[in-house]
């Protein structure tokens, strides 16, 4: 599989999630969250931009806990919750917002 | 993407036993595993090309390395009785989803080649040449099959049928056929310690952020310590615990049980996965791989006892075959058991009166519990027959005033599969986890009419992730779902906890804990 972004084509496997996590730029999200009928607001880009800075630092997705905290500090404890990044991202903060965010699935029991 | 293709099954007052529909299935396989998922686990990257020979040779290799597995094969009768016990073929009517119709997808096969009578007079004896086709069909049903066992509780025979798809999944490994969520995941517990891929520093940051939560709520520093030497305690949980909902609010609940035991404890970075998927794929050489870094991590950390936290299938492995695997343990203190479930740590815990509890805590739910397939079928808690059944319902009522039964026939060793396990918790086959979770739906909505249920708990990562998960498809909420040590660890008063409004007037009797 592939998709195709400001001419050049990328490469995803199957589940869509980018191959080469190098090649993400912020097009990617935008056409991802397009194929998935979302509209990507500046909530969205911050849980994006927070997903990216954490891999950068430790090679995995924040734990929920880890992510919601962080939103919570940064936006207000009322949206530190899953039920805030489940209407941001319905089919799941781990695995919807990395795959926009052009990081590999979260694997496991979860 | 990831938009249901499928139907929703309805739900009714009780599942009927559906009228066959033959291959309504035939379409779900999930995706392969990529070459190097393979080759990390020692099978060939790719399907071989003397695949026909090289699956008949593994096939005869494990009848007789598994005796268990040439009487299976042999001594069917076709009696019937497991034909309607599966949860698969009750939500899908496939009936190659009855365990007979798995179960001979195998045993046509070795008839056709290891039997006189299928070598001489085929048809009849329903014997079968091994086809490409009989290959890509395993390779589909074997992979819509939980492993779960409860056809075998119902076989007069005692077939196991888990038994005879974890063979097939090894032959179909061994001819480098393997499926992509297992594969890559053990390849993972090999590479990192566990099946998320969660590195040392990130687990560091994750528990050192739950020690934060802990504190702010409770006003008590309680610990989630990593890779401290000389700890009584290894704790090995599957590291869903510290990743995901709900599971992570159980792990929550173990720190303050063994607080306030007032044990020291530890979790490994280098054996931080409970789950063991070496047993999903039949493999025993994965499953010893991964078994022994329990045994490492322990050796290297010093510890006198090791404690496995809420995973089913984990649970089996450790109880049924640790030992075997990855033992002797006779460098741990043989006057615990070896491995301890943290529900028979919490339960004696409970029965010392080292916890102190306040039930109303909970008494925002009505609890019922969902068993286990692992744990209910094939393991054992505490030292009496059924204690696996008893102890987890112990535990929620001492900790919860409102408790429920499911109905008999879909609990205890009668317990209906989440409808994920068995290696089978991903995505691409959620229409055979929605359909498959039929049976245990309509016994949580019956239960939530008549009596009032609004939460289930679970003690195993891949029911709580498969619940959470698919309760939406049925019109229920995923926040249904939750651990027994989250109910625990709501109840759960910690010494020197500020209890935010009234009960300051226990200072007098501050349990302190000679033993544990």
């Not at chain 2, 268990?68 to 016990?85: E, F, H, M, R, W």
């Amino acid at each position: 599989m592939a998709i195709e972004i400001e001419g050049k084509t990328l490469e995803t496997d199957e589940e869509g999630y980018l191959v080469n996590l190098k090649d993400w730029v912020p097009a990617v999200a935008d056409a991802m969250a397009k194929e998935d009928d979302l509209e990507l607001t500046d909530e969205h880009w911050d849980i994006i931009n927070f997903l990216r800075e954490y891999y950068d630092e430790y090679q995995i997705a924040p734990a929920v806990r880890v992510l919601t905290k962080a939103v919570g500090k940064k936006m207000g404890k009322e949206k530190g919750n899953s039920k805030y990044l489940y209407a941001l991202f319905p089919y799941g903060p781990g695995k919807q917002a990395c795959r926009f965010a052009g990081l590999p699935k979260p694997t496991g029991c979860i | 993407m990831a938009k249901a293709d499928f139907e929703t099954p309805e739900l009714q007052e009780y599942v009927d036993v559906p009228e066959l529909v033959e291959d309504t299935m035939v379409h779900l396989s999930p995706f392969v595993a990529k070459p190097d998922h393979n080759t990390d686990l020692n099978f060939p990257g790719e399907l071989v090309e003397d695949w026909h020979d090289k699956a008949l040779a593994k096939l005869d290799d494990l009848r007789g390395r598994f005796r268990s597995l040439q009487v299976y094969l042999d001594s069917c009768v076709k009696c019937g009785s497991c034909t309607d016990k599966c949860h698969y073929f009750l939500g899908t009517k496939d009936p190659k989803n009855m365990p007979v119709g798995r179960q001979d997808l195998l045993r046509k096969v070795y008839r056709r080649y290891f039997t006189f009578a299928g070598k001489y007079f085929p048809k009849l004896v329903g014997a079968k040449d091994l086809t490409r086709e009989t290959l890509d069909e395993w390779y589909s049903y074997y992979h819509q099959c939980s492993q779960c066992r409860r056809c075998s509780v119902f076989c007069p025979y005692g077939i196991d049928t888990a038994e005879i798809s974890m063979a097939a999944r090894e032959i179909l490994d061994s001819i480098g056929y393997g499926q992509k969520y297992c594969n890559e995941i053990i390849a993972k517990v090999n590479k990192i310690g566990n099946n998320l891929g969660l590195p040392g520093p990130a687990l560091a940051d994750t528990l050192e952020g739950l020690e934060e939560d802990v504190e702010d709520e409770t006003g008590v520093a309680v610990k989630y310590p990593l890779d401290v030497k000389g700890a009584d305690i290894l704790l090995v949980t599957p590291s869903a615990d510290f990743f995901a909902e709900p599971h992570v609010d159980g792990l929550i609940g173990y720190g303050k049980v063994f607080h306030e035991a007032g044990v020291s404890w530890t979790i490994s970075s280098y054996a931080s996965e409970a789950a063991n998927f070496g047993m999903f794929i039949g493999s025993y050489e994965n499953m010893r791989r991964v078994s022994l870094r329990i045994r490492k991590a322990a050796l290297d950390l010093g510890v006198k006892r090791i404690v496995f936290g809420e995973c089913g299938h984990a649970w089996r492995v450790a109880y049924a075959f640790l030992n075997t695997l990855a033992g002797p343990f006779d460098f741990l203190d043989p006057k615990y058991p070896v491995p301890q479930h943290i529900l028979e740590f919490t339960w004696d815990q409970i029965q010392k009166g080292n916890l102190k509890l306040d039930k109303s805590a909970n008494d925002d739910k009505v609890l019922t519990f969902h068993d286990s397939c692992n744990v209910a079928r094939a393991t054992r808690m505490g030292d009496k027959p059924g204690g696996q059944l008893e102890i987890p319902r112990n535990v929620i009522k001492a900790v919860c005033n409102n408790f429920v039964d499911m109905h008999h026939d879909t609990i205890g060793e009668k317990t209906f599969c989440c409808g994920g396990g068995g290696g089978l918790l991903t995505d691409d086959l959620m229409e055979i986890r929605v359909k498959g979770a039929l049976p245990r739906m309509t016994a949580l909505k019956n239960v939530m009419e008549e009596e009032g249920v609004t939460h289930m708990a679970a003690i195993c990562a891949i029911c709580k992730s498969q619940f959470t998960k698919v309760l939406p498809y049925y019109g229920m909420d995923m926040n249904q779902i939750v651990s027994i040590h989250q109910l625990v660890s709501e109840a759960i008063i910690l010494t020197g906890q500020n209890s935010g409004d009234e009960e300051d007037e226990e200072g007098d009797e501050e349990d302190d804990d000679p033993d544990a």
